[in-house]
Structures are given as structure tokens and as C-alpha cells.
């Protein structure tokens, strides 16, 4: 049934040279964990990318029922964990799928940098990394006010508070981030609007360039 | 295809449901979460005293104005409802005023072309007193009503009848 269904779709679109392209590839035996089980510590790439996923997901199912408006967003997220069915999971997942994701992250980079990945002709490929290290970060201080509880806003207070020292422009940049003077009705706005279209779009155009990049130049060889 | 299972289309089978049972497993509790106002079963069923002594329900249609308190998610307020109450052949009965044609509001007499019905301006629907529709009117169905409990001589309004 499935295969007839697919079957026919490829014999109209001819979809197997698309997804052949992107599965079939070799997986040198010093990346894979059945040869050496040290290898594992390859795997926290596609760990960060699966955690990922996961925080899109739910991210995208949080904002079923969240509202990012200082009157209702802190009640909107008690009611959506306290009073939705499945609402303490779903929330659970976003909240500590952000700091796993964090770790995952770092547990790559550390493996890159040990191994010497980085090096030619891969550093354009650390640099897009360290891009997307960047953009994970400013997610999860975006996400951080969202709750608008008092961990939340003391949080971004600091934080704005750490980008206003920069020399010069630091005023600027507070006053943008805010969107105002203070950390209020204008500056969870715009949080908002960062950490659900421009920091999402921003990471999946950089994961694109990141997998090309690898699946370009393949896997570094064994140390 | 022989009737023999082929290590590779094990693997694959095995391989394949295991993948499937984490999916699942991860996507449960999403659309779950999602589908839940579906799945709720629907508040209401209180009681209101509408402040109005049964000697005062007559056979002529009155409205009577009550208060609910609604929770819509993390928000709550009171809505005002209105009911027209009337005595109907002894039995009290309590009509909500809208009208089962396309949502707007009904009166009683609210036309003078049209006495002794329960009429909507919007498509000139109109409605019996007991508020069956008249046939050659827009309205498909009588009107909705309200339950109604009596105590201590006074009239006590609930949630919509389920029809």
C-alpha cells in the first residue's frame, strides 16, 4: 500500500534521486559507534540538530495557546502548563530542550576542536558554527523572557544591562533590544518576534550551509 | 515475494517500528496538547437566580437579563445573558433570544406587522410563542432554551438544553 502510494508519486516526480542524495552517503568507520564506541562523541552533532527539531516542534505547539503581552503572557503560560492536558510536558520539553540543546551544542564543539576539524578546508564550516552557536544563544535569551515571571524579567534586565556597557554604541543597543526605554510591554514584542521568525529563519538558512558544507567537504579524517 | 521474512526486510521492520514508537512517543503529547479544547467537556451547568418571583412570569413573554461568569483559557469575565421567559401552558419556559437562523438577536413584537411572535430584523424570521419557528421564515429550528429550576417562588435559569 505505501510502497504503491510512493510508487506512483515517484514515477510522476521521480523523488528517489532527492532523498538518495541526501541519505546515501558513506559513514567512515571512525565515526561510527558499532566499530569504536569511542566514536560516539560524533554523534553530538546530529543530537544538537535532533534537539533541535524538537524545540521547533513544541515551540510551534506553545504557541498555540501562549500570547506575548505583558497582561497575559504569564497567565497564558500557567494556564497552558496547569490546565492543558499534556501542557507540563510540552512546556517541559521546550524549557529543558533549550538547555540540552545548549550542551549538545558545546559537547560538538568541544569534539571539533579536539579532533581538529576545524582546520582546512573547514573553517568556513567553524565559522558558520560559531554562527549558529550565536543565534542558539540569542533564542535562548529571547525565550528566557517570554514566561514574563520574575526570573524572566530580571534576566533580560541583566542582560540588556551587560549590552549597554559596550563602548559607544551600548545605549543604542539597549534602547533596540528594549524597544523603549524599560524592559516592558514593548520589549516582549519584539523577543517575541525574534524567537519565533527571525532567530528560527536565521538558524535554518545556517544549518542549511552547515550540512552542505559537510556533506561537501565529508567528514575529517581519524586522529 | 517468498513467504520467508528476509534478514534485511527484518531489519528493516524492526528498525522501522522502533523509530516509529519514538516518534510517536514524542509526538503524542503535542497533538495532544493541541487537540485538547476538542476534547474538554464544556463548562456551564450552574444554577443563576435570575431574581424574578414565579408569580411574575406570565403568560406574555418577558426578557430577564442574568449574569454569567465565562472562562475563556486564562481569561474570565461575566457575560450578560438574556432569556425570554413565559408560562406556557402552566409549564415556565425560558428561550434564549437567538435566532436559530444566522445568530442575530429576537424579540417579542418587535415588529408591529407581526403580533404575538418572536421576530428578528435581520431576515424577518419569526417564531411562535413557544418559539417554534414559522414555516415560510428563514429559521430551520425553534428557538434554543434554557433549563429552569424553581426555588423558594423564584426562577432559577441554567445552561442551554442539549437538543
Not at chain 1, 540538530?49 to 506575548?68: E, K, R, T, W
Not at chain 1, 503572557?73 to 517541559?92: C, D, P, T, Y
Request: charged share 15%; aromatic share 14%; proline share 6%.
Amino acid at each position: 500500500m505505501l510502497r504503491a502510494i510512493y510508487d506512483w508519486v515517484d514515477e510522476r516526480l521521480d523523488i528517489t534521486p532527492l532523498w538518495r542524495d541526501v541519505a546515501d552517503h558513506e559513514v567512515p568507520e571512525h565515526v561510527n559507534p558499532a566499530h569504536h564506541f569511542s566514536a560516539f562523541i560524533y554523534c553530538f552533532g546530529g543530537l544538537t540538530f535532533f534537539v533541535v527539531v524538537i524545540q521547533i516542534l513544541s515551540g510551534m505547539f506553545l504557541a498555540m495557546y501562549y500570547v506575548p503581552d505583558i497582561i497575559n503572557a504569564h497567565a497564558s503560560v500557567k494556564f497552558l502548563q496547569n490546565e492543558v492536558a499534556m501542557g507540563a510536558i510540552v512546556r517541559g520539553m521546550h524549557h529543558w530542550g533549550a538547555s540540552v540543546a545548549i550542551v549538545m551544542l558545546f559537547l560538538h564543539t568541544l569534539r571539533v576542536f579536539f579532533t581538529g576539524s576545524y582546520k582546512h578546508p573547514r573553517e568556513f564550516n567553524w565559522v558558520v558554527g560559531m554562527l549558529i552557536f550565536f543565534v542558539m544563544l540569542g533564542l535562548g535569551f529571547t525565550g528566557y523572557l517570554l514566561p514574563w515571571d520574575n526570573k524572566a524579567y530580571f534576566a533580560t534586565k541583566v542582560g540588556v544591562q551587560i549590552a549597554a556597557s559596550v563602548p559607544y554604541l551600548g545605549p543604542y543597543i539597549a534602547t533596540f533590544l528594549q524597544g523603549g526605554d524599560i524592559v516592558g510591554a514593548q520589549t516582549i514584542a519584539r523577543f517575541f518576534a525574534l524567537h519565533v521568525f527571525f532567530f528560527p529563519a536565521a538558524l535554518l538558512a545556517l544549518l542549511g550551509a552547515h550540512f552542505i558544507l559537510i556533506r561537501r567537504q565529508g567528514i575529517s579524517g581519524p586522529l | 515475494m517468498s513467504k520467508k521474512l528476509s534478514r534485511r526486510q527484518f531489519l528493516t521492520y524492526t528498525l522501522g517500528s522502533t523509530a516509529g514508537f519514538l516518534g510517536a512517543g514524542m509526538l503524542f503529547p503535542m497533538v495532544r496538547f493541541a487537540v485538547d479544547p476538542a476534547l474538554k467537556k464544556g463548562q456551564g451547568g450552574n444554577f443563576i437566580d435570575v431574581n424574578l418571583p414565579l408569580s411574575e412570569v406570565t403568560d406574555k413573554p418577558r426578557s430577564v437579563q442574568f449574569k454569567v461568569h465565562k472562562k475563556d483559557g486564562w481569561y474570565s469575565f461575566d457575560e450578560v445573558l438574556t432569556a425570554w421567559v413565559l408560562r406556557d401552558k402552566g409549564k415556565i419556559i425560558a428561550l434564549s433570544p437567538i435566532c436559530k437562523h444566522l445568530g442575530c438577536t429576537v424579540s417579542w413584537e418587535a415588529n408591529p406587522q407581526y403580533p404575538n411572535t418572536f421576530f428578528c430584523p435581520c431576515h424577518f424570521g419569526r417564531y411562535t410563542k413557544d418559539g417554534t419557528n414559522i414555516p415560510g421564515t428563514p429559521p430551520p429550528k425553534p428557538l434554543d432554551r434554557y433549563e429552569t429550576k424553581e426555588a423558594n417562588g423564584k426562577l432559577l435559569i441554567g445552561p442551554l438544553m442539549q437538543t
